[in-house]
């Protein structure tokens, strides 16, 4: 069975940083890309960015919003990825989940699986 | 940068067929993907790819896309089925990739 399994949110004051872990099994992580989405209580959804596969050499794009402040890494030693989220601010306050990523007919992805999320809250 | 819009709100009866769609400029050229999220859940992927269905999704659930329009369509709709449902595209500008949604369409089971 596929699963994914968030960490390491919790409350933070806003400038700091934090790094959010995503537990992997069932699958063999480095054949994937993952995906990164975030949600604002009562909110929709917000992409964060990805990590392209093994085959693509890791390669990330972020969104706008996140850009310059946030990393996505991956370790296929352990099929863990992470989301490390430095100089937070109090709009990055939210429920990180964290997905597997499959290419859709474009060529970019879809996110196939999601885990439960970790909460995030920055204060200021 | 590309924009995506999804009615707010959707209302049907049970066994009734629920409509929900997402408008943008050529989405018809686009794969649009849809998700659905129960209350306190995390999302799910129901259609992908415009019109494909992942395993574990009912037939009842099916997409399409043309024009300027993508629509995922419910049929016989079950109490279960209520949700928010979110559409997601890729917009490629010319330094960066970007995940676009449409907002979130809120189905409610009459």
């Known amino acids: 069975e596929v699963q994914l399994v968030e960490s390491g949110g919790g409350l933070v004051k806003s400038g700091r940083s934090l790094r959010l872990s995503c537990t992997t099994s069932g699958f063999t992580f480095g054949d994937y890309a993952m995906s990164w989405f975030r949600q604002a209580p009562g909110k929709g959804l917000e992409w964060v960015g990805f990590i392209r596969s093994r085959a693509y050499r890791g390669a990330t794009q972020y969104a706008a919003s996140v850009r310059g402040r946030f990393t996505i890494s991956g370790d296929d030693s352990n099929s863990i990825a992470y989301l490390q989220m430095d100089s937070l601010k109090t709009e990055d306050t939210g429920l990180y989940y964290c997905?597997?990523?499959?290419?859709?007919?474009?060529?970019?992805?879809?996110?196939?699986?999601w885990g439960q999320g970790t909460l995030v809250t920055v204060s200021s | 940068s590309y924009v995506v819009t999804q009615s707010p709100s959707v209302s049907v009866a049970p066994g009734q067929t629920a409509r929900i769609t997402c408008g943008g400029n050529d989405i018809g050229i686009k794969s649009v993907h849809w998700y659905q999220q129960k209350s306190g859940q995390a999302p799910v992927l129901v259609v992908y790819d415009d019109s494909d269905r992942p395993s574990g999704i009912p037939e009842r659930f099916s997409g399409s896309n043309s024009g300027n329009t993508a629509t995922l369509t419910i049929n016989r709709v079950e109490a279960g089925d209520e949700a928010d449902y979110f559409c997601q595209v890729w917009h490629s500008n010319r330094d960066h990739l970007e995940v676009v949604f449409g907002g979130v369409t809120k189905l409610t089971v009459l």
């Open positions: 997905t597997r990523a499959r290419r859709d007919t474009s060529g970019y992805y879809y996110s196939d699986v």
